[in-house]
């Protein structure tokens, strides 16, 4: 199967339902060199804003974290987030996220695009 959209492949795709609040994590080619993607909630109530704090923890891991999501209804980029080099490929994220009204779960439905190669001058 192939899907694609807007000129990019959707490689990675699903819905995964978080234990609790706990993160999600997602791991991509798990081969020689994995690369890790956390998704994660916070709440900071000192802001009034939403925001997605988005964070190179190492070499091949990424933090995500949606603060100040909205309950009850879903959220998420709008724009591809743009995310570096997989497979020789460059790799791309739209995302959104939705949290039960009781702040007791949430879930992630998530699709990371491969673009066009990468060469070695880029």
């Known amino acids: 199967m ?16 978080a234990y609790g609040l706990n993160p999600i994590e997602i791991v991509l080619s798990e081969e020689n060199d994995p690369l890790t993607f956390v998704f994660c909630i916070e709440y900071e109530p000192e ?10 923890v190492r070499y091949n891991e990424v933090r995500i974290a949606c603060i100040n999501f909205p309950r009850g209804k ?3 980029n709008q724009d591809m987030i ?19 009204y009781d702040a007791a779960a949430w879930s992630l439905t998530f699709t990371f695009y491969a673009g066009e190669g990468v060469t070695d001058r880029e």
């Open 2 to 17: 192939k899907i694609t959209s807007g000129g990019f492949e959707a490689v990675y795709h699903g819905r995964v339902f």
């Open 47 to 56: 802001r009034n804003d939403v925001m997605t704090d988005i964070r190179l």
């Open 74 to 76: 879903p959220i998420g």
């Open 82 to 100: 743009h995310l570096g080099v997989l497979d020789n490929r460059k790799l791309s994220l739209r995302y959104e996220v939705t949290i039960n």
